[in-house]
């Protein structure tokens, strides 16, 4: 998938206009618009996720299986389809490039929720963010009233107590279309992504 918080992208219109398309992707009055839905697939969101127990014992593999296993709370659907989701645990664990002393390996073997003693891990992971905490995907499998989080200091957790309250950051993540061509760029704000469809 592509996300919208560090990757910038420009599309190629039918106007024959370069628009940015960093500033476009706001759903909440309009909705997506046309050109969104020319780039952009509906895709399968998992929606399996570890029990209370588990998290604190879970890597980047678990999380990962338990993602794409059908354990939910009590018959809640194991997927949705949606054009728009939010990042995974294993995205986000997945993400790291290990550091100095730490490798990528140990990073992933080392439980997510302990990652704020490794800092080399979150510390090097492209999808951290030390402003704020970030909501996830992952639900938990044995209560209806969590979901996991991305803490500001780098460690996963699932949280109940703002669930319905809080205003964390989120992270949008889209599946390009397979006929969507990347014309030039690197995906920074200096050097943004040129798509044609």
Not at 2 to 22: A, F, H, P, S
Not at 24 to 30: M, Y
Not at 85 to 104: E, I, K, V
Not at 166 to 183: A, C, F, M
């Amino acid at each position: 998938g592509i996300t919208t918080k560090r990757n910038y992208v420009y599309v190629y219109d039918e106007e024959n206009e370069w628009n940015d398309y960093w500033f476009k992707l706001n759903f909440e009055n309009t909705g997506m618009r046309e050109i969104s839905r020319k780039l952009f697939d509906d895709t399968k969101w998992h929606l399996g996720g570890v029990t209370s127990n588990e998290y604190n014992k879970a890597t980047v593999k678990t999380f990962y299986s338990k993602e794409h296993a059908n354990e939910t709370y009590e018959g809640n659907p194991p997927s949705t389809n949606a054009m728009v989701g939010l990042m995974y645990a294993s995205d986000y664990g997945y993400a790291t490039s290990g550091g100095g002393t730490t490798t990528r390996e140990t990073c992933l073997e080392t439980e997510l929720y302990n990652w704020d003693g490794e800092e080399e891990c979150f510390k090097n992971d492209w999808l951290y963010d030390p402003s704020d905490y970030q909501w996830l995907m992952n639900p938990y499998a044995s209560r209806d009233d969590e979901a996991a989080r991305v803490d500001s200091d780098g460690f996963v957790y699932g949280d109940s107590d703002y669930v319905s309250n809080s205003d964390y950051r989120i992270r949008p993540v889209l599946y390009l279309k397979s006929d969507v061509k990347i014309v030039s760029g690197n995906g920074t704000k200096e050097n943004p992504y040129k798509l044609t469809i």
